[in-house]
Every structure is written in structure tokens, then in C-alpha cells.
């Protein structure tokens, strides 16, 4: 598959601010975005436009971050896409389903801004 020239981040988080703040911050480093506002919608914008890296709230109405993961990861051309969760519970148990379910990286919020941004960029070598 040829790499896209503007890599496409699928944000799942309910909470409007925080999905807008998401947004803002990874556009303005150029990133495309596109938002779900639960578990259900991510699975559909996932499907829809193959982005090349997730960032999945954990706590989710209608579907859990953690279960809407292993959907993902059920889905042969979603199979590789990396799925970052952020989560404000991120205890033991919380973290070892959310990687037993599929997630590559675990990060609490709040959020270190940097570490994060450095770790998105490393991931989609952008």
C-alpha cells in the first residue's frame, strides 16, 4: 500500500473538548483528523477512511474503547493500524486490557504534550 503524503489520525473520544483540543493541536502539526464521538462511530470512521493511527479514549458510551479495539483489530485491513489509548484510568487492570485488546501504547491523561506528539511522529515516521 503507498504511504499517503498526509497521514490521517482517527481521534475516538466522547468528551467534545478534548476531542477539540486534540484536533487543533494535530492539525496545526499537519496532520489530518477525523473525530468519533463514541466506540460505534469510531468502528464506522475507521472503516471508512483507513487512517494510519488511532487515538482511542478508553471510557466510551455505547461501546468501550477496549472492545471497539479488538473490533478493529478483527478487520484484516485495520489488523496493523496502530491504536494508541488515552485514557484518565490507566490502572493496571485498565492498561492490560486495553493491550491484551490491541493497543500499542497506553498514555494517561492529562496528557504530556510532547512525549505524545514525539511518540505520534515516530509511529507514522512523519
Known sequence: MLKRQTPI????????????????????????VVEAGDGKEGLRQANRVHPDLILMDLALPELDGVEATRQIRQRHSLA???????????????????LAAGCDEIFAKPLEIEPFLGRIRATLNA
Open 9 to 32: 489520525i482517527l481521534i475516538v473520544e466522547d468528551y467534545p473538548d478534548t476531542r477539540t483540543l486534540l484536533s487543533s493541536l494535530l492539525r496545526a502539526k499537519g496532520y489530518m
Open 80 to 98: 496493523q493500524t496502530p491504536i494508541f489509548a488515552v485514557s484518565a484510568f490507566t490502572t493496571s487492570d485498565v492498561t492490560r486490557d486495553a
